[in-house]
């Protein structure tokens, strides 16, 4: 199926730019007036005609702007004007916008001599990511790890360019290049987040009675009935009654106010509205709301969508040479028996293949036969509303974003399909995939329209898309930014062998804590996801039980066997490799040590060597001076004091001693008694409590008043017992 038949979309010549404000306004503002007061439409667009001139009750300002604009030589030059003419005169030019309304030359006009070096790159890196993806699926790990690297160095050369752009000491620099391709990412990044989150679960950014109200004009404005009246007779969908659209209009201000005026207020003009058109308010591009007020159609289309064909097709290869690839990557993931570990062309010619191909062509069949709803609610005028303040919003899938992604679930809709029950089988993931699937043919029409406003030119009104490059079957967030463990089960539509952790965030995989705290990490990661995935609760009293008793061992380690294997590790240079001077730079911790520590348990010779690093609490003279009172052995006492006089020091917080004296002496005694033991497991279990938020338990605090260890003394082979 090409684009051209795809009912998700229209043809590229159909998107258009539309960025007419006061026309749009007008028409807005005549259908609300015409609605509230019963004038006739004519009445009331000679009211707001006659009103938005000078003399008018509500006078049109164009808003004075002050930009600088490039004149015949190439220079730029500072000009005065109004947004209106700004916009005006750009629309006329066909010159490309921005969102930070920077503009640029349309390419029939002056071509971008980058466009074809990145062109070249986005094609060699296609290449790339389907060799890497091949070489997986063979088993290759050496060549899937080269291809990776391959196509990672396609995107950082075109990333590069973005660098150059704001680096005036290339000839690439260019002030706004940067920021227009951020800002094009985050609309990018917003509509995608939104489109899900209407989409999917019926959220919408009703952060205010006006956006509700603004929302309500714009999508009655701009709404073809005849197709939305064709697609509700044809599937037999009902109008919602008055108070439905108010319950699907409560269920997204909920999330940021209370105002029962305001809402009496937005009632009055529901109330005002023709059946169809709350139909086309509730429905447009939500296809929760169309479920939960039609619950035996939408059942019926993604049962359908989501099943797997079990009989071979006579012509495979028609099939999957003509079938779009979305439909060919959904098919795949429908067919877990036949297609996991595999790519298309590792199955022509089996059973396999046709079982497949037959599944490709039910879903183009169940697409076509749906075409009309497709058409009539999600391939519209209207987008969601109020992005520019979208990373305000409140969110009900998308669980995390990026400038240029976003992450959300399906979970919801299984549960739905399942009365309940998450399912982890074929049949479960089927209906995830098929979920995931319709939501990325949605947001390709939604992303066409903004780029046609845009300016972008005709044969690249499809290059800006949000294609689903990884399904978790089990994604767990924590509480820092960017930092989540996940089980990748599925990429670009090529199934696993065998499910992935995927673990994201430097405190998650790469911290300073030692290798064998991050494997138990790890392990326990993996632990908490394979027990979700086989429908098990997960055990607090199990997870708990595993930090107490690391949490203890470090203790033990330290305060009894005097072992260094939970510090952390440092290294001490010969003066020369720092740029300060030896008193300043660490080079003065083997000064220090020898000067003082070195005359009891040895010196060391001069660096390199490596030191283990132990924190203390002292970090006050009071504390130093209690310290060095308490000290037995009066004579390193003096030399500690003398040490303290001549560098000024008042307080210390680490001691680097080398690691060889460690390793044959121990930990000194007085040091050991200085050591800070709960900062130390509070840093080295870090990971740990990360794990506990994501599963709801909070516990740490600034002050580290309270420990895992605390309340669970016992390991967890005799928890039962404690």
């Known amino acids: 199926m090409s684009t051209f038949d795809n009912p998700f979309v229209l043809p590229a010549s159909k998107y258009v730019r539309d960025i007419d404000v006061m026309r749009h306004y007008v028409d807005q503002s005549v259908e609300y007036l015409s609605a509230m007061t019963g004038a006739p439409r004519e009445q009331c667009l000679a009211f707001v005609k006659n009103n938005l001139r000078p003399d008018g009750k509500f006078p049109f300002k164009d808003p004075a702007v002050l930009y600088l604009r490039r004149n015949e030589h190439g220079d730029r030059e500072q000009v005065e004007g109004t947004l209106g003419g700004y916009l005006s005169e750009s629309i006329k030019e066909r010159q490309l916008i921005a969102p930070t309304l920077t503009t640029y030359y349309h390419p029939a006009v002056k071509k971008s001599l980058l466009a074809g070096f990145i062109d070249?790159?986005?094609?060699?890196?296609?290449?790339?990511?389907?060799?890497?993806?091949?070489?997986?699926?063979?088993?290759?790990?050496?060549?899937?790890?080269?291809?990776?690297?391959?196509?990672?160095?396609?995107?950082?050369?075109?990333?590069?360019?973005?660098?150059?752009?704001?680096?005036?000491?290339?000839?690439?620099?260019?002030?706004?290049?940067?920021?227009?391709?951020?800002?094009?990412?985050?609309?990018?990044?917003g509509y995608g987040s939104a489109n899900n989150e209407k989409f999917l679960n019926g959220n919408r950014h009703y952060w205010s009675p006006d956006i509700v109200k603004n929302n309500i004009v714009s999508i009655v404005t701009n709404t073809d009935y005849?197709?939305?009246?064709?697609?509700?007779?044809?599937?037999?969908?009902?109008?919602?009654?008055?108070?439905?659209?108010?319950?699907?209009?409560?269920?997204?201000?909920q999330l940021y106010f209370r105002d029962e005026a305001a809402h009496r207020l937005i009632e009055q003009y529901v109330s005002k509205l023709t059946d169809i058109q709350r139909s086309a308010f509730v429905y447009t591009g939500d296809l929760y709301h169309l479920m939960k007020f039609n619950r035996e159609i939408v059942y019926k289309f993604v049962h359908e969508l989501s099943s797997r064909i079990g009989e071979a097709h006579p012509?495979?290869?028609?099939?999957?040479?003509?079938?779009?690839?979305?439909?060919?990557?959904?098919?795949?993931?429908?067919c877990p028996r036949e297609m996991k570990g595999k790519k298309v062309k590792d199955v022509a010619g089996t059973d396999a293949y046709g079982i497949l191909a037959s599944t490709?062509?039910?879903?183009?069949?169940?697409?076509?036969?749906?075409?009309?709803?497709?058409?009539?609610?999600?391939?519209?005028?209207?987008?969601?509303a109020s992005l520019a303040h979208f990373p305000e919003s409140i969110r009900r899938s998308a669980l995390m974003g990026d400038?240029?992604?976003?992450?959300?679930?399906?979970?919801?809709?299984?549960?739905?399909?399942?009365?309940?029950?998450?399912?982890?089988?074929?049949?479960?993931?089927?209906?995830?995939?098929?979920?995931?699937?319709?939501?990325?043919?949605?947001?390709?029409?939604?992303?066409?329209?903004?780029?046609?406003?845009?300016?972008?030119?005709?044969?690249?009104?499809?290059?800006?898309a949000m294609k689903n490059e990884y399904k978790f079957d089990v994604f767990v967030p924590t509480q820092v930014a960017k930092h989540y463990y996940a089980s990748i089960g599925c990429q670009e539509g090529n199934l696993y062998k065998a499910q992935e952790p995927e673990i994201k965030g430097v405190h998650l995989k790469s911290s300073d804590a030692p290798p064998a705290v991050m494997a138990k990490a790890k392990a326990m990661m993996i632990r908490i996801m394979d027990t979700v995935m086989a429908e098990k609760g997960v055990s607090l009293k199990e997870v708990m039980g595993e930090i107490a008793a690391l949490e203890h061992d470090i203790r033990t380690s330290i305060l009894e066997r005097s072992s260094y294997e939970y510090f952390r590790m440092g290294q001490i240079k010969p003066a020369a490799s720092y740029t300060l001077g030896p008193e300043q730079s660490?080079?003065?911790?083997?000064?220090?040590?020898?000067?003082?520590?070195?005359?009891?348990?040895?010196?060391?010779?001069?660096?390199?060597?490596?030191?283990?690093?132990?924190?203390?609490d002292l970090k006050s003279p009071v504390k130093i001076k209690a310290w060095l009172d308490k000290m037995d052995d009066r004579d390193l006492a003096s030399r500690l004091q003398s040490w303290f006089l001549k560098t000024g020091k008042k307080a210390i917080s680490t001691f680097h001693v080398p690691e060889q004296i460690i390793q044959s002496k121990g930990i000194p005694k007085e040091i050991k008694s200085e050591i800070a033991i709960r900062k130390l497991i509070t840093d080295t279990v870090a990971v740990f409590y990360l794990l506990l938020e994501s599963l709801g338990v909070y516990m740490q605090n600034k002050q580290m008043t309270r420990l895992v260890s605390d309340h669970m003394a016992a390991p967890v082979k005799d928890l039962e017992a404690a």
């Open 360 to 384: 490709v062509a039910h879903i183009g069949q169940v697409i076509t036969e749906y075409k009309n709803l497709i058409k009539a609610f999600w391939v519209t005028k209207n987008v969601p």
């Open 120 to 189: 070249a790159n986005v094609k060699r890196r296609g290449v790339a990511k389907k060799a890497m993806f091949q070489a997986r699926m063979d088993g290759n790990s050496i060549l899937a790890i080269l291809k990776d690297n391959e196509q990672t160095n396609m995107k950082l050369s075109n990333n590069a360019c973005s660098g150059a752009h704001v680096s005036a000491s290339t000839p690439l620099f260019n002030k706004t290049a940067h920021s227009t391709l951020t800002s094009n990412c985050r609309s990018t990044a």
């Open 586 to 616: 660490n080079f003065a911790h083997y000064t220090f040590w020898n000067h003082t520590f070195g005359h009891k348990y040895g010196e060391v010779q001069e660096p390199p060597y490596n030191s283990v690093k132990i924190s203390v």
């Open 315 to 334: 012509d495979p290869d028609s099939i999957i040479k003509n079938a779009h690839e979305d439909h060919i990557a959904l098919a795949s993931q429908l």
């Open 403 to 464: 400038t240029d992604s976003t992450i959300f679930t399906v979970q919801d809709w299984v549960l739905w399909y399942n009365d309940g029950r998450l399912g982890y089988d074929d049949r479960s993931s089927g209906v995830a995939a098929t979920m995931i699937f319709l939501a990325a043919q949605t947001i390709t029409h939604v992303l066409a329209r903004m780029s046609a406003n845009f300016g972008i030119e005709e044969s690249r009104i499809f290059q800006v």
């Open 226 to 253: 005849d197709s939305i009246l064709l697609a509700m007779n044809e599937f037999g969908i009902r109008h919602p009654s008055v108070e439905e659209t108010m319950e699907c209009i409560r269920y997204s201000t």
